[in-house]
């Protein structure tokens, strides 16, 4: 069966993204260029708001397609550096991204949930560091930062599972549903996003996103040029207006 993306709009604002490479969501060459694509759409697109992203079938994602790269031969380190463009590109995406964690994440599909803002999951899903299984290595930046040194060399040093539950007390999600209700709570969850002021969405994401690297003095200097611009939008203005009078405000992105 041919390897795919489904890439639909479920609701306002929201893109919902699903990877179908059977048989086990392998992200081959093909498919991630496919991805890199949608992703650079959705950065020009400003109706899009919020990002879902899931895997259809028993998996999220198991990382890169191992069958296609055993063919590689000397192309092998570019592919792994595509690999790695295509989650910077999550990252940084204008949107937030929803990682609706379906079921197994394994290596590459672990740092794939990772590069996501936000990690909800399946009580049926689990997640393998599976570097030290293979003779390499991932994960070894965005997981220490997310669930703190300990839990992430508990999972990267010995290449074992990691349950929903486990990843919950740890952090690496936010919370867990059974497998029928997970898409709907993604959903959920997105349209609160999306009927939040996207100016401000977008700005918390880029100032969370630097929490880490900036000192103190930097990161004031850089929330105060955010807030210059969030001070003066009308979406700001809705935003109070709507507070004071109890109504639900319209943001309108300007």
Same mark, same amino acid.
């Given at each position: 069966m041919t390897a795919a993306l489904h890439v639909s709009r479920p609701l306002p604002g929201a893109v919902? &993204?699903?990877?179908?490479?059977?048989? *086990?969501?392998?992200?081959?060459? @093909?498919?991630?260029?496919?991805? @890199?694509?949608?992703l650079e759409a959705i950065e020009a697109d400003l109706d899009v708001r919020v990002v879902i992203l899931t895997g259809r079938g028993p998996g999220f994602c198991s990382g890169d397609d191992l069958k296609e790269a055993m063919s590689r031969g000397e192309d092998a380190v570019g592919s792994l550096n595509q690999f790695g463009r295509l989650l910077n590109r999550i990252e940084a995406l204008r949107a937030p991204v929803i990682a609706a964690v379906n079921g197994y994440a394994?290596?590459?599909?672990?740092?794939?949930?990772? *590069?996501?803002? &936000?990690? &909800?999951?399946?009580?049926?899903?689990?997640?393998?560091?599976?570097?030290?299984?293979?003779?390499?290595?991932? *994960?070894?930046?965005?997981?220490?930062?997310?669930?703190?040194?300990?839990?992430?060399?508990?999972?990267?040093?010995?290449?074992?599972?990691?349950?929903? @539950?486990?990843a919950l007390r740890y952090g690496l999600v936010t919370a867990i549903h059974p497998p029928e209700a997970l898409l709907a709570e993604a959903l959920a969850l997105a349209e609160r996003i999306a009927t939040r002021a996207p100016l401000s969405v977008e700005a918390s994401k880029r100032m969370i996103g630097q929490a880490f690297d900036l000192d103190a003095e930097a990161s004031a200097r850089a929330a105060g040029r955010e807030l210059k611009v969030l001070v003066a939008s009308n979406d700001h203005k809705a935003g109070v207006k709507a507070f004071v009078t109890r109504q639900e405000p319209a943001f309108t992105r300007s």
């Open positions: 919902l &993204i699903e990877i179908d490479a059977p048989p *086990s969501n392998a992200l081959g060459g @093909e498919v991630r260029t496919r991805f @890199e694509a949608e394994i290596g590459g599909g672990l740092e794939l949930a990772l *590069s996501c803002d &936000i990690r &909800i999951a399946s009580d049926k899903a689990w997640f393998l560091g599976a570097g030290v299984n293979v003779g390499l290595m991932a *994960s070894v930046y965005r997981l220490p930062r997310l669930v703190g040194v300990g839990p992430a060399k508990a999972m990267l040093l010995t290449g074992t599972k990691t349950d929903a @539950e486990t």
